[in-house]
């Protein structure tokens, strides 16, 4: 990738859509584990622990490339984007509850996305190529987590301005990362055609996978449905500009950023089609009603 895209561009997009989540964020989201605690609880676990081990399933079931593998488990290991709030208030999920998981899960993150990618590099026997090494760890999380402190601040002093940014904010999130797919597959234009044929089945299934277990684990534990239609979107909406960045800026590997260019592209009509799926076959009809704001 060109240089002054990965080392100007990938910072800057990222801080831009980290500054529009803590735009959408306050400090009582954060107690929202106090109010749901088993929604949480069963998010965070299907998030950190099942989706690890369904995505490692996967590529060592499609016999994936290391670099690729390897770019698939940190995809799985990534967050929740920004856009998982927005599907969750189209199909009736509990957008206050979306929020709070969107809070927890960013900083959680800061655990167990270097560990788990560092687990996917040491099985996949890269460690002379590739590491994610602490150091770099915490640049990654200053650059995630010091625009999210700063747009809570100042939605913080100026409600009304957050509030009129929310659209334009979440726009620009979709056109960044739209403009890093575009260049990371320009980058690579001589091998997109056979990373997307290696890649594309592994991310489509994965993407199905997520929004799945989302929903059905959380249902099966005995939350409510609009709970469980936030986790699912929360959980199977990834952060691909995050899982973009660290592959390319941290661990120095544009075809470790594939998985994560290929799923921006085919997880917003994924989600879309799932959230018909919910509304229209899954969720009953006294949850048919519009979702609460936040």
């Given at each position: 990738m060109d240089s002054a895209l990965s080392t100007v561009g990938l910072p800057l997009a990222l801080g831009i859509i980290m500054f529009g989540l803590g735009l959408s964020l306050t400090v009582d989201d954060f107690r929202g584990v106090g109010r749901h605690p088993k929604a949480v609880v069963v998010a965070l676990a299907c998030q950190v622990l099942v989706l690890p081990v369904a995505c490692f399933g996967l590529v060592v079931a499609l016999d994936l490339p290391p670099l690729?593998?390897?770019?698939m488990l940190l995809l799985a290991a990534s967050p929740g984007g920004t856009t998982a709030n927005l599907y969750s208030h189209l199909?009736?999920?509990?957008?206050?509850l979306n929020v709070s998981l969107t809070a927890i899960n960013s900083v959680i993150a800061?655990?167990?996305l270097p560990l788990i990618t560092n687990l996917a590099i040491a099985h996949f026997a890269l460690d002379n190529?590739?590491?994610?090494q602490f150091r770099k760890v915490v640049e990654v999380f200053v650059i995630v987590l010091g625009p999210v402190l700063l747009g809570m601040l100042v939605r913080e002093r100026r409600r009304s301005f957050a509030d009129r940014m929310d659209k334009p904010v979440r726009i620009a999130s979709a056109v960044i990362l739209a403009v890093l797919v575009l260049a990371i597959l320009v980058s690579e234009r001589d091998n997109a055609g056979e990373y997307f044929a290696q890649v594309g089945?592994?991310?489509t299934l994965f993407c199905v996978v997520s929004l799945?277990?989302?929903f059905f684990v959380p249902r099966w534990a005995g939350v409510t449905e609009r709970?469980?239609?936030?986790?699912?979107?929360?959980?199977?909406v990834h952060n691909a500009t995050l899982a973009i960045y660290v592959a390319v800026e941290v661990l120095d590997s544009t075809p470790i950023s594939v998985p994560g260019?290929?799923?921006g592209l085919i997880m917003f009509p994924i989600a879309a089609v799932w959230g018909f799926v919910l509304t229209r076959f899954l969720l009953r009809p006294s949850d048919a009603g519009p979702a609460r704001a936040h």
């Open positions: 690729l593998a390897v770019g199909f009736r999920g509990d957008v206050a800061v655990a167990t190529s590739v590491t994610l089945i592994a991310t799945a277990v989302g709970q469980a239609v936030a986790s699912s979107f929360e959980i199977g260019a290929i799923y």
